[in-house]
């Protein structure tokens, strides 16, 4: 095991990496205010994962109450939310209680939300388990649901006590997640870290292949990026927007597709694409750089074409991005491999030339 | 016009108290980060006051956007809330649009935790209508809404920029609205100063009149103590909960008639009058105390008498509060007049005394 500590101004707390950690309560119990948790996962994960989880806390004398919501982006809502509160309520849960997550990025945002707001703030742990969560959303306190007119437009920061990510979970996760999680970990290869990029070039098949130890070195690689930039900005006044990378085009597409529609990752792993193009038309990126982050996306096993959304479209969605600040669109663009900035003052022709370009493909439907 | 300051470990902003301050725009500009706002208020303000202030704002430049939402306690949901994040998203808002909550405290209230939810964290401006919201929920950052099983429930803590008290909006508020607002300005008294109760004494005839001085002291004084003890416990970990004395049976009044058929200042008149007669049982306060709450509570035109929800009803709504530890619920009792303290362990005998005596009356229905 591995662990990484992120500090920031008002707290710090410990990020866990290995195998076999979710019985490891040793871990879990020192973070517990009274004994009694609310374990909350979903439909997929609770079949795999939730008995020994609860079993586990249950023999060290904590109380659980599980909570076991449907599965997917498109349930990330207030209906979701509120059957959080209805249990916790139900069960009479007291303000010191500790909210467990037990699942991917949805469950993540939604339960740390729910604990943001429960009593105006309860106790919160992250046990991610996909990629994808345990490289990016469960560490640095952004909580969220989405909204109808845009994803995560509702939502607290609001940082976990602990997170656990046990990479053994990894091994029931279907190939397209695992693809999904290695969207983001290439992403924080791009925007900060060219080195890391040449190392995920070498590796990506040992990745998608669930090999232990490149699986370690890329979620310990990633977390400690993301660790560093939230430490710098916990609430993102500047450089933590630059972990939005591919995010301004995937939100967009998850929303003109309706979410749910693609994965996360797979939006943002397009989106990148997308984000690379507008960075080569301003002569930072060469066609040749370009061309090696489309086919790493690629080797990965992600989409590098985004749907054909219409230019207007396009537009509309990504006016909704938190990021828009005086009616401007800021884009998170590439100086270079390694390093990335954000742009304000983006011109309509350029970012034409970018959505009728070759990275976009109309939609199979 | 008076300026209090309540400064908080992370924030600090001025509280300005005084006649005619809706048109003070100048008061208001400093704290835009962007010349744009959402005003939310109610079917019941909106026709009074709300022409005045979006005017002001709109001759110096700032769009508005007028969220007009239906008037209660019943009105403080999710439903309420979303039509906020509905208008807001339906206008694009940025993220750094301040939203002015011009209402009571269900406006403020429900405002603040819009303001706190929308894109992870909006700027907010109290402007209170109620002598209530002016002296109690105006101040100290705690927003919330309710939920069926209890009242505030879902909520977060998250300071204003500003609070503009305006004395000259009183002028139109019920007189019911005017003794629910005494009702915290006597719990102050109660809970803090035995001089200001003594004082209250004298001039409750003179502050039901709306008589100016009288006013402006009342609601200094009663801010005075609230930033006083927010500042020292912005997050309520001790102290602030003595701010809820009488709001355990308070809350369980609400609750157990349904919210909206008292108002909160009633609830909690009742509440207090309980609180006493539960702290006579204690030695703490004499029979002469205990008739002085009284006397004053009654000719504050608010009711002494809490109806009777039954004893086992009373217990099951009140284990629902937010200062409920371990099992236990903990009672803001007095140990004399101006001096509150926070008692775990009431016995249910003590408790069952006071909830089947004399300040119960069957509900008139």
Redesign the interface.
């Known amino acids: 095991m591995q662990t990484l500590d992120l500090a920031l101004p008002?707290t710090r707390y410990p990020i866990h990496i290995g195998r076999d950690l979710l019985k490891r309560v040793d871990l879990i119990l020192p973070h517990l205010p009274?004994p009694q948790v609310a374990i909350v996962t979903n439909t997929t994960v609770a079949p795999l994962y939730l008995a020994t989880l609860q079993n586990a806390l249950e023999n060290a004398g904590i109380a659980c109450i599980p909570v076991i919501l449907p599965d997917g982006e498109e349930h990330k809502t207030?209906v979701s939310l509120?059957r959080i509160?209805?249990a916790l309520?139900?069960a009479?849960a007291?303000?010191?209680i500790t909210l467990i997550a037990l699942g991917g990025g949805v469950i993540g945002d939604m339960t740390g939300f729910a604990a943001?707001?429960?009593?105006?703030?309860a106790n919160f742990i992250q046990i991610p388990t996909t990629l994808l969560a345990q490289v990016d959303s469960s560490v640095g306190g952004?909580?969220?649901i989405n909204?109808p007119?845009?994803k995560?437009?509702?939502?607290?920061?609001y940082q976990p006590r602990m997170v656990l990510a046990d990479l053994s979970l990894l091994e029931t996760l279907p190939d397209r997640e695992i693809s999904a999680g290695l969207a983001e970990v290439i992403k924080y290869a791009l925007l900060g870290d060219d080195a890391f990029f040449a190392w995920l070039e070498e590796h990506i098949d040992a990745l998608r292949g669930r090999e232990h130890d490149a699986l370690l070195y890329a979620v310990r690689r990633s977390i400690e990026m993301k660790a560093e930039i939230v430490a710098e900005d916990e609430?993102?006044q500047g450089r933590r927007a630059l972990l939005n990378l591919g995010h301004t085009f995937g939100h967009a597409i998850e929303a003109g597709l309706g979410f749910g529609a693609w994965l996360h990752g797979e939006a943002v792993a397009a989106g990148m694409v997308l984000a690379a193009e507008l960075s080569r038309e301003y002569g930072w990126l060469s066609q040749q750089d370009c061309n090696r982050i489309g086919y790493l996306i690629e080797n990965a096993g992600l989409p590098v074409h985004a749907p054909d959304l219409g230019v207007a479209n396009w537009k509309s969605l990504m006016?909704?991005d938190?990021k828009?600040?005086?009616?401007a669109i800021r884009f998170v663009l590439l100086e270079r491999l390694g390093r990335a900035v954000l742009k304000g003052d983006v011109d309509d022709r350029t970012l034409d030339r970018v959505l009728t370009g070759d990275r976009v493909r109309p939609c199979a439907g």
């Open positions: 008002d009274v207030w509120n509160f209805d309520l139900e009479r007291e303000r010191k943001a707001c429960y009593q105006r703030g952004k909580t969220a909204h007119l845009g995560n437009m509702i939502g607290a920061f609430r993102e006016s909704h938190k828009v600040e005086q009616g």
